[in-house]
């Protein structure tokens, strides 16, 4: 039997309700309240059912970060179409593909992104509605003159559970994303337990900051604040502008922000810091990876105890486990730190160390990371051999490495794809990057396993330096003399001035070793007598 749940985009609705007046959307050009934002989505949401888009057709939304891509997220969820927003950065074929892959019928596309919508068109035959952000060609709607048009209250349409809502596209490791499938039913869990486990007592006075791409974590996020109805604040610089984002701290008295670890890092490093009041923040929340202990002290002496840590999937929205601000701590030794582990596992959510058999492993034996919960995806789109990898033995498997302790609290080791093994030994690149980042000349580190026909792997460390340090790479290599066993040194260190990284922030490691690949080729020709 169908199990008829609570449409997401009525959150929107209630918060307009109860808050018509306040601030919904802030940027520094103008300020939207929710009244005014709800009476967009709906007139939007009209103006696209009167041209036949209702439940189950995909919305494609080629956007930055501005009020019509949060509001696009409404609009698909009223409709019960299901939002599917890109990556801006993304190349012309790469939006292409996700057209067709998810059989976009309406794609919503911002200024200077033309030619992104023709090479949309030519490759998927499902795409009828172009709606333009900005100036429409001919054939295009205007977005803005739907959203300003005169609408009664819209009623959201009726969903299930499982009914789809957005298609959380997994960056992955290799070869094209994936569409996750978030439904209603589970997004009603996720905003429950984000609100219980990461911000509690937020609401309607609080503001929040976005320094991510909505159309990911910070989108999730951002549902997370609409629910409680606090404003999104968004900069004027498409590009990470500490300087900025401390004086709207400051401005704006923000008090939540969605990040990751490379974002906390560049903020707490910058000078404009020490310059802005940041005392109203109460939780700076970083995910997408661990975050190296070394910038992970520096951030809390800059802030204070306002870190929170979690480790999530896009395919479980975010929701595995929890570090909350009161287990961050400066201190190694101080009763309550819990340094090196990403949190314990989230209200509602079951955690489990598993080998290739799907057999849970002991405290400290080191598997791969499974859960299960009702922020688990309903799975991949039309892809069952995706599905019937990650959802085995009764658990969803991510991929990632890891062990629990006796009290469940999580120690992540690294990506499966990342671990190498060099003379029979399994090495994680993760520890080797930890040891290396607290010499004080290390900036950033990437460590990689590349191919040798003695060792069968050797460890290359890609390291980026702090401005003016060039320690000499055997100076590097000597400082993890008892900090790692032997086996886990790399043999080889090459410097570089930056590391690719996501439009998230985060190193792409596969980036990192396409790179890599042609010096260590070199490399190897002109030293292997040496190796």
């Known amino acids: ?19 018509p007046t306040e601030p919904g959307f802030i940027t520094p050009a103008q300020t939207w309240t929710w009244s005014e934002i709800n009476r967009r989505v709906d007139a939007v ?5 009167e041209r036949g888009v209702g439940k189950g057709d995909k919305i494609l939304v080629h956007s930055r970060n501005n009020l019509p891509l949060f509001e696009s997220a409404y609009v698909a969820f009223k409709l019960g179409a299901v939002w599917v927003p890109t990556n801006y950065r993304i190349a012309p074929p790469e939006a292409a593909y996700l057209a067709k892959s998810s059989g976009a019928r309406v794609m919503i596309y911002d200024a200077g992104f033309e030619e992104y919508v023709d090479v949309v068109r030519a490759a998927s035959p499902a795409l009828e509605i172009v709606v333009a952000l900005e100036r429409a060609r001919a054939g295009e709607l205007a977005y803005e003159s739907l959203a300003s048009a005169a609408q009664e209250p819209f ?8 009914d789809p809502l957005w298609f959380f596209y997994t960056s992955g490791t290799t070869g094209h994303p994936k569409a996750g499938t978030l439904t209603h039913g589970q997004m009603a869990f996720v905003v429950t337990n984000h609100l219980a486990d990461l911000m509690p007592g937020i609401d309607y006075r609080s503001r929040s900051l976005v320094v991510a791409p909505l159309s990911h974590g910070a989108g999730i996020h951002a549902i ?39 974002i906390v890092k560049m903020l707490t490093e910058h000078e404009a810091v020490d310059r802005y009041d940041h005392s109203s923040l109460r939780f700076v929340i970083y995910a997408g990876a661990p975050m190296y202990r070394a910038d992970q002290k520096h951030a809390l002496k800059k802030l204070g105890r306002v870190l929170v840590q979690y480790y999530g999937l896009g395919e479980v929205t975010g929701n595995i486990t929890v570090l909350p601000p009161w287990m961050h701590e400066e201190d190694d030794d101080a009763p309550n730190c819990r340094a090196g582990t990403c949190g314990f596992p989230r209200t509602g959510i079951e955690v489990a160390i598993c080998d290739e058999d799907g057999k849970r492993l002991q405290p400290f034996e080191t598997g791969e990371i499974c859960v299960r919960g009702p922020a688990v ?19 969803f498997h991510t991929g990632d490495l890891g062990h629990v302790d006796r009290e469940g609290f999580l120690f992540i080791t690294g990506r499966s794809s990342d671990m190498y093994i060099s003379g029979g030994s399994n090495v994680y690149p993760r520890e080797v990057e930890e040891a290396l980042l607290t010499h004080d000349s290390v900036h950033e580190v990437a460590v990689l396993g590349m191919p040798d026909p003695k060792w069968g792997e050797l460890g290359v460390a890609v390291v980026v330096c702090k401005p003016g340090n060039r320690p000499l790479a055997e100076d590097l290599i000597r400082h993890l003399e008892g900090r790692l066993a032997r086996y886990k040194w790399p043999r080889h260190v090459v410097f570089w001035d930056a590391l690719p990284k996501s439009a998230y922030g985060k190193i792409t490691k596969k980036d990192v070793r396409s790179l890599l690949s042609k010096e260590w080729e070199k490399y190897c020709d002109d030293h292997r007598a040496s190796v």
């Open 1 to 19: 039997m169908l199990t008829t749940v609570m449409n997401l985009g009525n959150l929107l609705t209630q918060v307009a309700r109860r808050h």
């Open 45 to 49: 949401c009209a103006a696209l059912r």
């Open 155 to 162: 009623d959201a349409e009726e969903v299930g559970r499982d």
């Open 224 to 262: 997370v604040n609409t629910a409680r109805g606090a404003a999104s604040i968004v900069p004027a610089s498409e590009r990470l502008d500490p300087e900025e984002v401390w004086s709207l701290v400051q401005q704006h008295r923000v008090d939540n922000m969605f990040t990751v670890p490379t």
């Open 377 to 395: 995806m309903i799975g991949y789109d039309n892809n069952p051999e995706a599905n019937a990898k990650a959802f085995r033995h009764g658990w």
